[in-house]
């Protein structure tokens, strides 16, 4: 004990000497890894049968790269002369992911989908773990098992019981930054007609058992799952109806859909969610009552603020149908009285929808503040950054990890993906 205390390295020394005693350990597993995983890919290849048309063509190596360090893998190579493809069973049945190990795969898309970049992803994983690799890597990695995770959002699987007395559906878009090549010919709000993004939805499905003292309705601790994609309104709304479904929406007492007004979520809602309760967020709402305000008065008219409050009041006690009959008064002799009436359009498409006082006694949810929070932790922290321009691909398969990661179902992912992987080598698949 003394001689060590006389050898103690002190202040980067020690840093120095964790990293190199982490190197040690290293090393030894690596090999005890690549001896497991010779020793099953080799039972694997025992018990291969051939599906027709495949010929054997000898071992191939390639080397594996797992979170202890690389490693050379023989497996067996069968060639399918017909259609021109071959695989090797072996990497099949260990889940390998382009000569990544399972393990360092989930590592690299968790990193890539989380970090603000992938070079901080690379940086990440060097400086936590001793992984070496480069941000091209990381990308290549998560862009290869995102098209998986992308599928595995959108699949159809049995309903969860929930015993939830409300469920919340919400919606919204927000646009993300393009490669040019990816924005041609669309329509945007530029000044010469041209767009710079492109919009992507996501949508959330939370429950709720019960409100505060106050009345106020509680959102259930970790509820909230996601689902994003670049799709169209329509397809969006299939997926989403499927995520409600695999919640448990059928087995719930009410079903509250809560968006904007947009006319697309508004048929999003009655085509994919019919009978359930609309609810226009509030926030949405006090937007489009600003826009009127704007047109009628300037912000520092006495009048401005006068209406303002009082028309606010009037939103939050089932008044929609009082301040559409007051605007039309005031904007009757107004210049701007065409534009006004185009904005009060909103309020008459939607008065149903807007009864604010009555939802709230009832408990409900009246913010989109889950879907609002969402959309910009999910989406724009990680793809709206400084600087970044995306591919339609890229944004949705890193959006897709988000969503399983923020939804708390990375583990029944990659225990999907991995039992897919393996289903390759059967030799007669019941389903294609």
């Not at 489009?288 to 009041?313: A, G, N, S, Y």
Request: with cysteine; proline share 3%.
């Amino acid at each position: 004990m003394a001689w060590f205390s006389a050898q103690l390295p002190e202040g980067s020394a020690v840093q120095q000497l964790e990293v190199l005693v982490r190197t040690a350990l290293f090393k030894p597993a690596n090999e005890l890894i690549g001896f497991l995983l010779q020793q099953a890919a080799g039972r694997a290849d025992a018990i291969y049968q051939a599906k027709p048309g495949e010929r054997c063509k000898g071992q191939q190596a390639i080397k594996v790269q797992g979170i202890f360090g690389c490693f050379e893998l023989l497996r067996d190579y069968y060639y399918h002369a017909g259609k021109h493809t071959g695989h090797c069973p072996a990497d099949a049945a260990l889940g390998l992911e382009g000569g990544y190990t399972p393990a360092l795969a989930r590592l690299i898309c968790l990193e890539g989908a989380d970090e603000a970049s992938y070079e901080k992803a690379s940086s990440h994983l060097q400086e936590t773990g001793g992984i070496t690799l480069s941000s091209r890597q990381v990308h290549r990695a998560l862009q290869r098992v995102g098209v998986c995770a992308v599928a595995w959002q959108q699949r159809e699987s049995p309903a969860a019981a929930c015993e939830a007395p409300i469920m919340y559906v919400s919606a919204d878009g927000t646009g993300v930054p393009m490669r040019r090549s990816e924005l041609e010919g669309r329509c945007g709000k530029q000044a010469d007609g041209s767009a710079k993004t492109r919009q992507v939805y996501l949508g959330c499905v939370f429950t709720q058992h019960k409100t505060d003292e106050e009345g106020h309705p509680m959102r259930d601790f970790q509820s909230t799952t996601y689902v994003s994609s670049f799709d169209g309104v329509e397809d969006f709304g299939i997926w989403l109806r499927r995520e409600a479904l695999r919640r448990g929406m059928g087995g719930v007492k009410k079903v509250v859909l809560l968006i904007d007004g947009a006319c697309g979520l508004e048929k999003l809602g009655n085509d994919e969610f019919p009978g359930c309760l609309q609810i226009v967020d509030f926030y949405h709402g006090l937007e489009h009552l600003e826009e009127v305000l704007k047109l009628l008065w300037e912000k520092t008219d006495p009048q401005f603020k006068k209406h303002r409050k009082r028309w606010i009041k009037s939103l939050l006690t089932d008044g929609v149908e009082r301040i559409i009959a007051q605007a039309r008064r005031i904007a009757a002799t107004h210049p701007n009285s065409e534009a006004i009436e185009k904005a009060l359009g909103y309020f008459e498409r939607n008065k149903e929808r807007m009864r604010y006082g009555s939802f709230r006694s009832r408990g409900f949810f009246i913010g989109s503040g889950v879907i609002e929070a969402g959309c910009k932790t999910v989406v724009g922290s990680r793809c709206k950054q400084s600087g970044m321009f995306w591919s339609t691909p890229g944004a949705e398969h890193i959006l897709a990890f988000r969503c399983i990661h923020q939804s708390r179902r990375i583990d029944a992912f990659w225990k999907d993906h991995l039992n897919i992987l393996a289903a390759r080598n059967d030799h007669l698949p019941l389903a294609a």
